[in-house]
């Protein structure tokens, strides 16, 4: 919404790559501690043909943590900060490929993480009625909203409930854990609008299983969390007991939410620790490898005539702001955001208009007796688990963010409307949602058939 200046680095924002080869077929994963993977997965792509012409670089499957304090290369990063990062990511999964090593075994299983909790409480009667609404064509809450009070006499429950499923495959050499994906659905904002770089939570996650297991890779998955986050918000003050007694923690300045980063990280070391001692009973050699990229013709999300007067009002009322821009540059950001947008919206409209479809890509993955299956979208957890429920696989790990973050809400949370489940937030509605489970189910059902 505005543009947020570093005050320095809080702790170290990474990207781990894992290279998997059959010698039939491989793919490349690629974790990034950033907001979304889009304009990073282009820019290196490009660097990569560059460098090495022929390289299947739709082999490289990105994604990334959604964290809100890290850098996201686009338009506001600087040159220097964005070719400094191009050139090293692409040096380094160039080297991870060349460097790749035989005799690699691997063990996948699941533990449990009570981490990602529903954000979108719903209501009973229709916010846009209540006195001095703010309605407008950026937030359009209905019957839900996130992040809203549940302390309200026509608070009618939370949306959808919290999935608290790790799935995790390690990986070893030679015997010796090596590193491991872990998969959570949950994005990294337990510290949301902190004015410092950091990692989040899986900061704190990588130190903790290091701790245990020594200096080992931690690659991050964000599955579908579109309407998770850490925050609690029912018992948020039982929870705050919790935390202050299990982590006391003294923190001066910069300000932030350690506490519920350590509550998460130890979560996930717990389950990453206790899933291992199964797990690696039974290791697995030589996985058959099949990898399919999808190229998917989606249904556009539908901005109706109401919205599109409203946005068209939105631009009218911004361009009035502008004349007189505010002296605050926050301020000047927020209303340069509004109106792009609302020309955003616009452009849907139009392109709904034309019967243009939205066009968006998906990797499908066979490893062995799993699977992978991942998206551009902030994915609600109901599209999920119908892959999971109908995959051939014995565990399917679903992953968001693989390019260009845009929401794509359930059913129910589209009809409630609200921020995360309104035109302007999502470029694909519900149908286009089924779209992309056939399309991925489907997938997974021919790769495990062949």
């Known amino acids: 919404m505005y543009k947020r200046i570093s005050k320095g680095i809080l702790?170290?924002?990474?990207?781990?790559?894992?290279?998997?080869?059959?010698?039939?077929?491989?793919?490349?994963?690629?974790?990034?501690?950033?907001?979304?993977?889009?304009?990073?997965?282009?820019?290196?792509?490009?660097?990569?043909?560059?460098?090495?012409?022929?390289?299947?670089?739709?082999?490289?499957?990105?994604?990334?943590?959604?964290?809100?304090?890290?850098?996201?290369?686009?338009?506001?990063?600087?040159?220097?900060?964005?070719?400094?990062?191009?050139?090293?990511?692409?040096?380094?999964?160039?080297?991870?490929?060349?460097?790749?090593?035989?005799?690699?075994?691997?063990?996948?299983?699941?533990?449990?993480?009570?981490?990602?909790?529903?954000?979108?409480?719903?209501?009973?009667?229709?916010?846009?009625?209540?006195?001095?609404?703010?309605n407008n064509a950026l937030s359009v809450d209905k019957h839900a909203k996130m992040h809203g009070n549940t302390n309200d006499p026509q608070f009618a429950?939370?949306?959808?409930?919290?999935?608290?499923?790790?799935?995790?495959?390690?990986?070893?050499?030679?015997?010796?854990?090596?590193?491991?994906?872990?998969?959570?659905?949950?994005?990294?904002?337990?510290?949301?609008?902190?004015?410092?770089?950091?990692a989040d939570f899986w900061h704190e996650t990588r130190q903790l299983i290091r701790k245990e297991h020594g200096d080992i890779f931690i690659l991050p998955q964000c599955a579908a969390a579109g309407e998770l986050v850490t925050r609690d918000l029912i018992n948020g003050r039982l929870v705050a007991t919790r935390r202050k007694s299990l982590f006391e923690v003294n923190v001066s300045e910069p300000k932030y939410n350690k506490a519920a980063r350590l509550d998460a990280a130890t979560q996930?070391?717990?389950?990453?620790?206790?899933?291992?001692?199964?797990?690696?009973?039974?290791?697995?050699?030589?996985?058959?490898?099949?990898?399919?990229?999808?190229?998917?013709?989606?249904?556009?999300?539908h901005v109706d005539e109401e919205l599109l007067n409203l946005a068209k009002k939105e631009i009218v009322d911004c361009n009035k702001l502008l004349e007189n821009p505010p002296k605050d540059q926050k301020q000047a950001d927020i209303i340069a955001s509004r109106l792009g947008r609302a020309r955003t919206l616009i452009r849907k409209a139009e392109n709904e208009a034309k019967g243009i479809p939205y066009t968006t890509y998906a990797n499908v993955l066979r490893f062995g007796d799993i699977a992978f299956a991942s998206n551009q979208f902030e994915l609600y957890g109901e599209y999920q688990f119908q892959i999971q429920a109908q995959s051939p696989a014995i565990q399917t790990f679903v992953v968001q963010l693989s390019e260009h973050g845009t929401y794509l809400p359930s059913p129910k949370a589209f009809n409630n409307q609200g921020y995360g489940a309104i035109p302007f937030s999502c470029s694909v509605g519900p149908e286009g949602g089924a779209q992309l489970v056939n399309a991925t189910v489907n997938a997974l059902q021919k790769l495990f058939k062949e």
């Open 11 to 134: 702790d170290p924002t990474t990207a781990t790559i894992l290279v998997v080869d059959s010698n039939e077929d491989f793919v490349i994963f690629i974790s990034l501690d950033s907001i979304a993977a889009g304009s990073i997965k282009t820019y290196v792509n490009r660097k990569i043909r560059q460098l090495r012409p022929g390289f299947p670089t739709g082999k490289l499957l990105y994604s990334a943590t959604h964290a809100h304090t890290a850098i996201n290369v686009d338009a506001k990063a600087s040159k220097e900060y964005t070719n400094w990062l191009v050139d090293t990511l692409t040096n380094k999964i160039l080297e991870t490929y060349d460097n790749r090593k035989e005799g690699a075994t691997f063990a996948y299983g699941y533990g449990y993480a009570r981490i990602g909790l529903c954000r979108r409480p719903t209501y009973f009667d229709d916010l846009r009625l209540r006195k001095n609404a703010r």
């Open 268 to 301: 996930i070391a717990f389950a990453f620790n206790d899933t291992l001692k199964w797990a690696r009973l039974e290791p697995i050699r030589d996985p058959v490898i099949k990898h399919v990229t999808l190229e998917l013709k989606l249904k556009p999300v």
């Open 157 to 198: 429950g939370i949306e959808s409930g919290a999935d608290s499923i790790v799935n995790l495959l390690y990986v070893f050499q030679d015997g010796k854990l090596t590193g491991a994906i872990v998969n959570i659905p949950c994005p990294a904002q337990a510290t949301d609008g902190l004015l410092y770089l950091s």
